[in-house]
């Protein structure tokens, strides 16, 4: 079975600084792993997605995560944090070879406080 | 390019009322349909999916039900709703292989 942890689940961080969102996966398969965001009463938006190819991601807003299948994880990050960062953040895990349906494993997520 | 509508936005219903939630793709056919609820505070369940017309796959036993009258229209139903039927509700669409889902704006439900 997929599982998804989010390590923290609410990072703070200054404008201007690095962001670091911790995720690791367990899967049974070569999964595919997205990072979306979430603000206030909004629907989810991608940020970047792996699938098989190139093991550093980059997204948009400056986002990028680096696959490592050796450690199980998919951490986030993104040089210089921006208040518009300021949202929560959600590690997916996806294994279309097992999950009927392609269904999605969600972590819990990551909200992101940027203080000016 | 590929877009997905839900609405309402904002819903406040009375206990016990009947439900009605609406999502539409445009753009791609036979998309695989999702349903979700995001509770206070809390990830996001799926309630329901759908691969094809009148193929619905139930994840939760609960109050609420789907439908997929057309290839790219979702529809979430209750006949009465419960004061646990609050939530934040996502409509999102996928195609087959590992590719990621696409997330409607969202529709908050409040019951009273």
């Known amino acids: 079975a997929q599982s998804v942890t989010q390590l923290d689940s609410h990072v703070s961080v200054s404008e201007g600084t690095p962001v670091l969102l911790r995720c690791n996966y367990s899967?049974?398969?070569?999964?595919?792993l997205f990072w979306y965001v979430q603000h206030p009463n909004k629907g989810l938006q991608l940020l970047l997605k792996y699938t098989s190819a190139a093991t550093l991601v980059k997204g948009i807003n400056g986002f990028e995560a680096e696959f490592k299948k050796s450690e199980t994880s998919f951490h986030l990050t993104k040089p210089s944090a921006h208040m518009s960062d300021a949202a929560e953040y959600f590690c997916v895990v996806s294994d279309p070879y097992k999950a009927a349906g392609n269904k999605l494993t969600f972590g819990g997520g990551t909200r992101v406080l940027v203080k000016p | 390019s590929q877009t997905i509508h839900q609405w309402p936005a904002t819903l406040v219903q009375p206990v016990g009322s009947p439900l009605s939630l609406e999502c539409t793709v445009e753009g791609t056919s036979n998309p695989n349909l999702y349903w979700y609820r995001q509770a206070a505070g809390r990830g996001l369940q799926l309630l329901f999916y759908?691969?094809?017309?009148?193929?619905i796959s139930s994840e939760v036993p609960q109050n609420l039900s789907a439908s997929r009258p057309q290839d790219r229209q979702f529809i979430l139903s209750s006949k009465k709703l419960l004061l646990s039927d609050s939530g934040f509700y996502l409509c999102a669409w996928g195609s087959v292989g590992n590719q990621p889902q696409h997330f409607g704006d969202g529709t908050r439900l409040s019951i009273l």
């Open positions: 759908s691969v094809g017309i009148g193929q």
């Open positions: 899967s049974s398969y070569s999964p595919s």
